[in-house]
C-alpha cells in the first residue's frame, strides 16, 4: 500500500453576531507548498462557519491523505477527540440533553469526509501566536464583513 500523503490544514470560523453574516477560512500545506481558501454566508452562525472551513479543506483533496487539523474551535475538535460524533450517532443525533443535534447536515458530510481520510484534530488557542491560526482569523473576519456589507 502506497503512503498516504501528509496534509496540514488550519482553519477558523468567524461570525457576526450569532447568527448574522459569517466567514470561514483555511490553509493547506503539503510538501512545501500552502493554499489559503476563504469563503462565507450572509446569514449563519459561527458553530457552521467553524465546521465549513474543515469541510471546504477536506473536500479539495483529491486522494486519502494523512491529515493534521488544527482548530481554536471546542465545537468542532471536542465532538471528534471526545466522542460527541458516536453517541450523537447512536442517540439518533440527539445531544446529551435529549435535543437535536445542531448543523446535523453538516456535521454528517464532514463525517463522510473525514472516513476518506487519516484525520487527527488538534486545538488550538485562538487570538494568541499561532501565525497560521491567526492568517485564517484575518481570512475569516474579511469574509464576514464582507457578506455583511451584502445585506
Known amino acids: 500500500m502506497a503512503e ?3 496534509v496540514t490544514i488550519y482553519t477558523d470560523g468567524a461570525c457576526s453576531g450569532n447568527p448574522g453574516p459569517g466567514g470561514w477560512a ?8 500552502s493554499r ?3 469563503g462565507g454566508e450572509a446569514h449563519t452562525t459561527n458553530n457552521r462557519m467553524e465546521l465549513m472551513a ?8 483529491t486522494r486519502p491523505c494523512k491529515v493534521e487539523i488544527y482548530s481554536d474551535s471546542a465545537y468542532v475538535v471536542n465532538a471528534f477527540n471526545q466522542g460527541w460524533i458516536a453517541s450523537w450517532q447512536k442517540n439518533n443525533w440527539r445531544n446529551s440533553a435529549k435535543a437535536e443535534v445542531a448543523n446535523r447536515d453538516l456535521w454528517e458530510e464532514l463525517i463522510k469526509l473525514t472516513g476518506i481520510h ?6 488550538v488557542k485562538g487570538h494568541a501566536d499561532n501565525e ?4 485564517c482569523d484575518e481570512l475569516a473576519v474579511k469574509q ?8
Open 4 to 6: 498516504l500523503s501528509e
Open 26 to 33: 483555511a490553509i493547506l500545506s503539503a510538501s512545501g507548498h
Open 36 to 38: 489559503e481558501l476563504s
Open 54 to 61: 474543515v469541510i471546504k479543506a477536506l473536500a479539495l483533496l
Open 118 to 123: 487519516e484525520v487527527t484534530f488538534h486545538k
Open 132 to 135: 497560521f491560526n491567526n492568517r
Open 144 to 151: 464576514s464583513r464582507k457578506f455583511g456589507e451584502m445585506i
